[in-house]
């Protein structure tokens, strides 16, 4: 395991560069815009100009791969993203960092795409599954990392801006130098809504719906804790243990889900966020410990639900199209979050604060309804027939190449459990009598058949 790890070591660390600088990135631009007096609208259109150069780098990006290669291409990737964020620190003015912030989406989308590729050119089926685990929790790690460094400084200054291209650039040299020799073609993504939809409109819709609100919490979440006088330290603890509390409950929700509809355990999470949004709203905690503690459960429960989308998608798509139908509805959960940080930041603007969690819970609210209307329209996939809940990076950080590695490690994980079983049968074979000369029935398979 740990030779597999090192034979990746060089991309791993690039990765971790790079959400590193993205973590600082994603929270240095709210908090200093909300300090320089921009609007929460200007705020929210920060959010949904990332998500807009985000699905446009997920579309295009392959397509530079193809001309100028992985290692050309990823340069290009990090080097423009530290260039946005230096001009915004040239130029502070929200018209500005919203343009930036779009080519940092597509940048951000375009490198990781292309780190995702390499690391499932580079592991073997054996240690595809536990390399993707370690990729994962990098990212996570990383990104937590770099949001809580705010907390260091005074981020009125200049300091966090540089720290974040100065990682940007860093994330360049491990690639750069690597030996290895550059992977397959980049999956190339389209979009059918009408056949995803056809496939399952639970998770067509509820994409949509947990892009609004993700997207509108990942990019504002910060600008509320500003909002209502919490100091550096809370708004850093309020954006990123939402994050460490989904991930958290990725596995307990997964086993839940595999073993009921995955609509119901959607619809219970879903009801859950909500609650915690009317919290936010109707209650609307001041303290610091109340609040961190609302969004943990908040995060416990909207950065689980795109995974449970996903398996449900699967449990319904052919065998031959789960890397279409995952990487279309992470373009609906893209466009969903390219709506969502704008009507959020709007409704801040016009009805306070609390406009951000009603946004969101707008957004849980129809996931409850249209997931217990389906309910009553199709029936719930049989255990035995479901496909496997994969843990998965936020939704907001995946592109259709982390579908492909997921799919990869799943696919792995299925051939190990596959071996370790057709090397269990001849040695039950061995303890049969061995004067039994007889032939087996069509009813009784012999040793070396598969169970029927």
């Not at 998770?203 to 910060?222: D, R």
């Not at 919490?230 to 958290?248: M, N, R, V």
């Not at 639900?305 to 509805?329: E, Q």
């Not at 490690?409 to 039950?428: K, N, R, V, W």
């Amino acid at each position: 395991m740990t030779q597999s790890i090192l034979s990746v070591a060089a991309l791993l660390i690039g990765s971790g560069f790079l959400l590193f600088a993205g973590g600082v990135n994603a929270l240095i631009l709210p908090v200093r815009g909300a300090a320089e007096g921009f609007s929460s609208l200007s705020l929210g259109l920060l959010g949904t100009s990332w998500a807009c150069g985000y699905v446009l780098g997920c579309l295009f990006v392959p397509r530079l791969v193809v001309r100028v290669g992985h290692i050309r291409s990823f340069s290009v990737m990090a080097s423009l993203a530290g260039l946005a964020i230096l001009a915004s620190l040239l130029f502070v003015s929200p018209f500005t960092w919203i343009g930036l912030r779009a080519i940092s989406g597509f940048c951000f989308a375009g490198a990781a795409m292309i780190v995702e590729g390499w690391l499932g050119e580079r592991s073997d089926v054996s240690t595809r599954g536990r390399i993707f685990g370690v990729y994962t929790m990098i990212n996570l790690f990383a990104t937590t990392a770099g949001q809580m460094i705010l907390t260091t400084g005074d981020p009125k200054g200049h300091t966090f801006f540089v720290v974040a291209a100065m990682f940007y650039i860093l994330a360049v040299i491990p690639p750069a130098v690597t030996s290895s020799a550059s992977p397959t073609p980049l999956v190339e993504t389209r979009v059918d809504i009408a056949a995803l939809y056809r496939n399952s409109p639970v998770a067509v819709v509820s994409s949509f719906m947990v892009g609004i609100a993700n997207g509108a919490f990942g990019t504002l979440a910060a600008v509320y804790a500003k909002g209502i006088g919490f100091d550096l330290t809370t708004i850093a603890l309020f954006a990123s243990l939402p994050i460490l509390a989904g991930a958290a409950a990725q596995i307990p929700i997964g086993i839940a889900s595999d073993r009921i509809d995955r609509r119901i355990v959607l619809t219970v999470v879903a009801l859950v966020a909500a609650l915690a949004d009317l919290a936010f709203i109707f209650n609307r905690p001041d303290e610091s410990a109340v609040a961190l503690v609302a969004a943990v459960i908040l995060g416990a429960a909207i950065f689980t639900m795109y995974p449970i989308i996903l398996a449900h998608a699967n449990d319904h798509a052919p065998p031959a199209s789960t890397i279409l139908t995952s990487g279309g509805l992470l373009m609906v959960f893209g466009l969903g979050a390219i709506f969502g940080p704008l009507v959020a930041g709007f409704a801040m603007d016009f009805v306070g604060m609390h406009g951000l969690f009603m946004t969101t819970a707008t957004a849980h609210i129809a996931i409850v309804a249209h997931s217990l209307w389906r309910v009553g329209q199709r029936a719930g996939v049989p255990d035995d027939e479901k496909a496997a809940f994969m843990v998965t990076p936020l939704a907001r950080t995946m592109t259709p190449q982390t579908a492909v590695l997921a799919q990869q490690s799943e696919l792995t994980d299925t051939e190990t459990e596959t071996e370790t079983e057709t090397e269990t049968e001849p040695e039950s074979a061995l303890q049969s009598d061995p004067d039994d000369k007889s032939e087996p029935t069509d009813d009784e398979p012999g040793p070396n058949e598969p169970s029927r």
